[in-house]
C-alpha cells in the first residue's frame, strides 16, 4: 500500500493452533516493524482490540458461516474489508458499512485496502453505515420466523427462544 502515513498490520490469533502457518507468516513479515503478530487474546479483550484499528480485514479464502469477530467488530463499529464469499458478503455491505473484495484476489484485496487510504471520508462513511448488529436472541428468532413461514402452519406457540 502507498501511503504518506505509517500503516500498521496487527495479526491476532493462538500461534500454537497451526504452527507451520505461523511460521510462514513470521517469514513473510521479516524484519518489517510494521507487522506485528501479537498471538492470542482473551475474548474480553475484543472491544478494546478493535477500538485501537481503523479497519478489521477478514481475507477469508472459503465459506465461512459468519465468523463472530465480523459481528464484533460491526458491533464497535469498525468498518469490515473482507471477501465476497456468501455469509460474509450478506453482512458486509460493499461500500456501505465496509468494503468487499474478490475471493482469493490479493491484488484486489490491496486496491480496497488503498481507498481507505486515497478516499478522504471514505473510513467515516463506512462507520456511519454501520446499523445496529442483531443480538443472538434476535438472530434467532429471525431463523425461526423464517422456519416457521415455510413450515405451513406450525407457530412459535410453546417454543422457547
Known sequence: ?????????????????????T????????????????????????AQLLAQIDVLAIPSTWNEIGPWVMYEALQ?????????????????RHEKNGLLFTCGDETDLADQLQRLIDEPGLLSRLRDGIEPV????????????????????????????
Request: aromatic content about 4%; glycine content about 6%; proline content about 4%.
Open 1 to 21: 500500500l502507498q501511503s504518506s502515513t505509517q500503516l500498521e498490520l496487527a495479526v491476532h490469533g493462538d500461534e500454537t493452533a497451526a504452527p507451520q502457518y
Open 76 to 92: 464497535c463499529k469498525t468498518p469490515v474489508v473482507t471477501s465476497d464469499i456468501p455469509n460474509m458478503s450478506d453482512v458486509v
Open 23 to 46: 511460521q510462514r507468516l513470521r517469514r513473510l513479515a521479516g524484519k518489517d516493524d510494521r507487522i506485528k503478530l501479537l498471538g492470542r487474546y482473551e475474548p474480553r479483550q475484543i
Open 134 to 161: 442483531k443480538t443472538m436472541a434476535e438472530e434467532m428468532a429471525t431463523l425461526q420466523d423464517v422456519y416457521f413461514s415455510l413450515d405451513g402452519g406450525s407457530t412459535r406457540e410453546g417454543m422457547e427462544a
